[in-house]
């Protein structure tokens, strides 16, 4: 039997969908540049079900990948080259069990992330990792990108608050990884980016709910004096919840936008610190803030512990990437990083590599831990600003790799930088990856020519290039 | 200078193992080791053996301890490389020479261990139970596999998501897949005042109780331990670390005192496990503490952490009881044979060995009762 017809008998009708309509909506994730139509999108149920797809994948050599929501920045999710079938965990969103004496959750992937801190608040406990994209994004979509997120700085990445998960490998085992089980192969599922299996529960640490919460936002003349200002609230020890910058275009985007946050439009760049913690912490380590901003002063300065002007204060830096569709039809938003000693002299040489190649480039960054997202406005229609785009692109990674740092800190690999990380590493790292995928998945179905390049190509990922489409956010 | 019981273990003479002098040398070796098929361990002092833990002497232990010293220091990013043969007290003193230190490590931080040893054996740590474990704390690292070849996984910055997380397989391997030479750390700044606050010794299920309701409510706490002494008593010890006035208040608990304040506190390392000839180490769900006090030996000593890690030492054997009642635990010294089981049952495990090579020894020694092994291959020490 065919394996459409294997498909279709397995599932009852409405859970395997082959029609072009659906097959579109499933062409690419958040990273636009890269897109490819499935050849059947599959809509499990639980881990059973999961496992059935898998086997009948590898009894047939079909590829497959997971999708979550779909808002990974890059292609991720995208199906790749080789006919290629879409697990849909949108579906698998129960809350399985939730143990507050021991804090945490076991969760399907399919949860949205804001849906568990929301599930649970009554109990004093949420889940750190809060991606911007939280309103919409899949836990297991989370811990497959090890995705990070403005609170990361004080928190950790995903990858440090997941217990335990259960994997379906490649050939249909359903496997459980747990903390201190063995060796830590669990450590190695945070970040696989889907290519290992398919997560199908995972076991998550949960943390206290802050008693309360003080953010400021600090306007700045320029985005130097704002550098400046992180520097010193990093030395001073104290742990902000969060340290964000924006520079001007943004925040001129984001004030023209739905978005508008009330940010002074006259500043070079603004600053969004937040303490959160217990009533006693967060009043210890404001007076020190507030001597560090006394210090480095800003031209206008607003604080607040409400929540309503909290979340209109948030509000600017959460819709930064949607308020971009002001400047250009597409947008590609890179997620470098450096050491943050050097924040500010490269941001100076991205803005200068922005101008050389006449892309529009704005910034909205983590700036507690130096990720930079430098985003990259330009028309896709135009093949000239497209490749420009890219090259950009190109050039600002490599830049942040000579730097002292990496082609991406939360963003992932995906197909959109198989070609840089080169930049990185040397080819017997990549071979000990291909090794370690290997490993999980010996005949290379489960999300190929992703995350690590497979030495087929060194232009991996460009045969899924076509014609961007508006700006996914 | 951190000191503390473990400081008097001797380690293993340098007869024992091969020291190499630098990297050229421990890829001349290991190249050795793999054409000749024979297993080899890395070990940086050699103080796991010199603690108790069974040594199989088919195995060419290869010391790395002369590959030492703080290779790279960043202050202002809170980061540094360092190489596996670095003492964790030198690591430490040249840290907290800059105000930095690391949020989490060994509750024994002897000067006999190395930094590389602390993470392959990623003993359990107090600290760190919200943010800061000790696995999150390397964030790159450079590595030999078992055909002498170098390779890289992570970086140099605090947050990176390129490439596979190989720093993790490391952390707590026992050196099992490849022999680390260089890793990245995340560091974070000495906190301003650190405060060790202790409970007075009360009956074992007052004092988990005590732990339990702590775990709840006290907020600010690095770490939350249930101390069990040797003569059937408990208590309940915490850091906390901040500013003064957070520290001062936090500290302020009903019939408990403060027993050390500032480095001391941080590296509060107590309890010797010296004397015990059953020494084991694992994790249970802090929610199933009364089932484990239940079982616990009278005379067992040792501590519970936040999360549940545990490490104690017990003069007969573990009952079987309580081996139903932990997720997992090893036994790092026992009479031979006793619950120690090499878990290379795993494919993927299995696999993962031979990606590197396959001259390491299986480095793990554990018994599992949560979903119990069966081996495909026999103990190594048994
Ligand atoms: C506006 C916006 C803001 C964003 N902000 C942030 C941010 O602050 N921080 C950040 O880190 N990211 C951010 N992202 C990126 C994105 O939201 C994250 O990467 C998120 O974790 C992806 O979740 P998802 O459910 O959409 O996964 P998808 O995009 O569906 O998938 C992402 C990857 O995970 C794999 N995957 C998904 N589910 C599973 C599973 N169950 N098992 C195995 N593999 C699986 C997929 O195959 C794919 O490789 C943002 C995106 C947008 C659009």
Not at chain 1, 341 to 368: D, P, W, Y
Not at chain 2, 129 to 155: N, T, V, Y
Not at chain 2, 258 to 265: D, P
Request: one cysteine or more; proline letters at 6%.
């Amino acid at each position: 039997m065919d394996f459409l017809a294997s498909l279709l008998r397995r599932f009852p009708q409405g859970r395997v969908l082959v029609d072009t309509a659906s097959k579109l909506a499933y062409e690419c994730d958040g990273f636009p540049l890269h897109r490819r139509l499935p050849l059947a999108i599959v809509v499990p149920r639980s881990t059973e079900d999961v496992r059935d797809i898998v086997k009948l994948c590898n009894e047939h050599g079909v590829a497959f990948v997971a999708r979550g929501a779909g808002t990974g920045l890059s292609g991720g999710a995208t199906p790749g080259d080789r006919p290629t079938v879409v697990l849909a965990l949108a579906g698998m969103r129960e809350l399985v069990r939730f143990d507050p004496d021991d804090r945490v959750a076991v969760v399907q992937p399919g949860l949205v992330n804001l849906d568990l801190s929301v599930a649970i608040q009554d109990s004093g406990l949420c889940f750190a990792p809060d991606p911007s994209s939280q309103k919409a994004c899949t836990l297991g979509g989370n811990v497959a990108e090890n995705s990070g997120g403005p609170h990361c700085f004080k928190y950790g990445m995903t990858t440090d608050h997941v217990v335990g998960v259960t994997l379906v490998t490649a050939d249909g085992t359903v496997r459980h990884l747990r903390e201190g089980d063995g060796a830590d192969l669990l450590g190695l599922v945070p970040g696989h980016e889907g290519t290992f299996g398919i997560l199908t529960e995972l076991e998550l640490r949960l943390v206290p709910a802050p008693q309360k919460i003080r953010t400021w936002l600090a306007a700045y003349s320029d985005m130097s004096a704002a550098c400046r200002a992180v520097s010193r609230i990093v030395g001073s020890g104290v742990v902000p919840a969060a340290l964000e910058i924006l520079d001007e275009l943004t925040i001129r985007a984001v004030e023209a936008s739905v978005y508008a946050a009330g940010y002074p439009q006259d500043a070079g760049a603004v600053l969004l610190i937040e303490l959160d913690g217990s009533h006693l912490a967060v009043d210890t380590d404001t007076a020190v803030i507030e001597s560090i901003l006394a210090e480095e002063p800003p031209l206008t300065l607003e604080a607040t512990e409400d929540a309503e002007q909290r979340t209109r204060l948030w509000k600017g830096r959460k819709g930064a990437f949607g308020a971009m569709g002001r400047l250009a039809p597409d947008l590609y938003v890179l997620d470098g990083v450096v050491p943050r000693s050097k924040l500010e002299r490269v941001l100076q040489e991205i803005c200068e590599i922005g101008r050389t190649h006449e892309v529009t480039l704005s910034n909205v960054f983590h700036a507690g831990d130096g990720n930079l997202h430098p985003n990259l406005s330009f028309d896709g229609r135009d093949p000239i600003q497209r490749a420009r785009a890219l090259e950009a692109g190109r050039e600002i990674l490599a830049l942040c790799v000579r730097e002292g740092g990496s082609i991406s800190g939360e963003h992932g690999v995906g197909s959109e930088k198989l070609e840089h990380m080169e930049f990185m590493f040397a080819s017997h790292d990549i071979e000990i990856f291909r090794a370690v995928k290997a490993c999980f998945d010996p005949k290379g179905l489960c999300n190929p020519h992703k995350a690590i390049p497979t030495g087929a190509s060194c232009k991996e990922g460009a045969s899924a290039k076509a014609p961007g489409v508006l700006g996914a956010h | 200078m951190h000191t503390d019981a473990s400081e008097r273990i001797v380690p293993l003479e340098p007869r024992d193992q091969v020291v190499v002098e630098d990297e050229l040398e421990l890829a001349e070796f290991l190249r050795d080791c793999d054409a000749r098929k024979e297993a080899c361990l890395p070990v940086g002092f050699a103080s796991r053996e010199g603690f108790g833990a069974p040594v199989d002497e088919s195995v060419r232990r290869v010391s790395l301890r002369k590959l030492a010293g703080v290779s790279r220091f960043a202050p202002d990013d809170l980061t540094c490389g360092v190489r596996v043969g670095t003492r964790w007290s030198d690591l430490l003193a040249t840290i907290e020479a800059e105000g930095l230190t690391l949020e989490s490590g060994p509750i024994h931080a002897a000067a006999h261990r190395s930094v590389g040893g602390v993470f392959a054996e990623a003993p359990p740590n107090p600290r760190g139970h919200d943010r800061g474990a000790l696995r999150s704390q390397i964030i790159g690292l450079r590595a030999m596999d078992g055909r002498g070849a170098e390779f890289r996984s992570g970086g140099r910055v605090v947050k990176n998501v390129a490439g596979y997380d190989l720093c993790k397989l490391f952390v707590g391997s026992g050196g099992a897949y490849f022999a680390a030479l260089e890793l990245e750390l995340r560091l974070v700044a000495l906190p301003r005042t650190i405060a060790c606050v202790r409970s007075k010794p009360m009956p074992r299920n007052d004092a988990s109780a005590l732990w339990i309701e702590l775990r709840r409510t006290l907020p600010d706490t690095r770490s939350i331990d249930l101390v069990l002494a040797s003569d059937g008593s408990a208590c309940v010890e915490f850091v906390v670390a901040g500013a003064p006035a957070l520290v001062t208040a936090r500290a302020k608990l009903d019939a408990f005192e403060v027993i050390a304040e500032g480095q001391a506190a941080w590296h509060r390392a107590p309890d010797s496990l010296d004397a015990a000839p059953l020494i084991m180490r694992g994790r249970m769900r802090p929610s199933r503490i009364d089932d484990f006090m239940k079982w616990m030996p009278l005379e067992a000593r040792g501590r519970v952490h936040f999360q549940g890690a545990f490490a104690l030492g017990i003069d007969g054997t573990v009952p079987p009881a309580l081996e139903a009642t932990v997720g997992f635990a090893r036994v790092l010294r026992g009479p031979r044979g006793m619950l120690l089981t090499t878990l290379v049952d795993d494919a993927i495990e299995t696999r993962l060995f031979r990606v590197f090579g396959t001259c390491f020894a299986p480095g793990r020694i554990s018994f599992d009762t949560s979903t119990p092994p069966t081996p495909t291959r026999a103990s190594n020490h048994g």
